[in-house]
């Protein structure tokens, strides 16, 4: 194992581009990913339909956006058709649990970035809409 980690490896540069590669991959990957989800909640739609298969007419707004945008997009066609139905346990970056993840995320940024501006301010106010009954 000590062998396999050292610096002196002759082909210690083709291990390394080969990381850079599938570091970049993933991260083209969640480009559109992070696009989509920050599109449909800011507009408060529904992410998930029944059935959560690329492809069903019924997987709702997020695989569905994702699959417009494949139309036009050759890389991500391609990684909708290699990873796009993987099962349990292997990555996509297409399953509803990275979508819960990534809304935690930019909700926690929000808020964060909510408290900071009041933390900043002189004054603030509040204001609040209701219809009595």
Known sequence: MARSNSKGRI???LVKQSENAIIRYWRDVLKPVV???KLL?????AFRGSDEMIGSPRNRNFLGVLEAISHFDPFLAQHLAEHGNPGRGRVSYLSSTICDEFITILARNINDKIVAELQAAKYYSVSVDSTPY
Not at 41 to 45: D, F, N, Q, T, W
Request: net charge negative; aromatic share 0%; no cysteine.
């Open 11 to 13: 082909d210690s540069e």
């Open 35 to 37: 696009v989509v989800i």
């Open 41 to 45: 909640a800011s507009r408060g739609l």
